[in-house]
C-alpha cells in the first residue's frame, strides 16, 4: 500500500513564503516523478511544479521566478518552496507521485490528501 502525504500548508499574507513538503511512502519499487497540483474554488487543478527523478524541472508560467521544487530521492519526498505569494495562489494544494511497486508493474499516479494555502491581501 502506497501513502502520499502532504504537509505545511496555512495562512500567509500577500508576499510572506511557505514551504509545503510531500512524502511518498509504503511499498514502493521505484518513484519517476513528483508534482504539485492545485485547485482553487470553482477552478479546475492545474499543475504548479514538477520534477523527474533525473532532476528535469517543469514550473507554471504563473509561478515562475517566485516557487521551487525540490526532492530527496532517497526518503521519496518533495518540496515546494513557495515565496512572494500573492492571493491569487490560494488554492488546496495537492501532490502527486508517478512511482510502480514493483519492477514489473507499470506507473501509476498516487494523489495526497491535499493541503490548504490562503493568501491574504
Known amino acids: 500500500q502506497v501513502q502520499v502525504v502532504e504537509s505545511g500548508g496555512g495562512l500567509v499574507q500577500a508576499g510572506g513564503s511557505l514551504r509545503l513538503s510531500c512524502a511518498a511512502s509504503?511499498?514502493?519499487?521505484?518513484?519517476?516523478?513528483m508534482a504539485w497540483y492545485r485547485q482553487a474554488p470553482g477552478k479546475q487543478r492545474e499543475v504548479v511544479a514538477a520534477?523527474?527523478?533525473?532532476?528535469?524541472?517543469n514550473y507554471a508560467d504563473s509561478v515562475k521566478g517566485r516557487f521551487a521544487i525540490s526532492r530527496d530521492n532517497v526518503k521519496n519526498t518533495v518540496y515546494l518552496q513557495m515565496n512572494s505569494l500573492k492571493p491569487e495562489d490560494t488554492a488546496v494544494y495537492y501532490c502527486?507521485?508517478?512511482?510502480?511497486?514493483?519492477?514489473?508493474?507499470?506507473?501509476?499516479?498516487?494523489w495526497g490528501q491535499g493541503t490548504q494555502v490562503t493568501v491574504s491581501s
Open positions: 520534477m523527474t527523478s533525473d532532476g528535469t524541472t
Open positions: 502527486a507521485a508517478v512511482l510502480r511497486i514493483t519492477a514489473t508493474r507499470p506507473y501509476s499516479n498516487y
Open positions: 509504503g511499498s514502493i519499487f521505484s518513484v519517476n516523478t
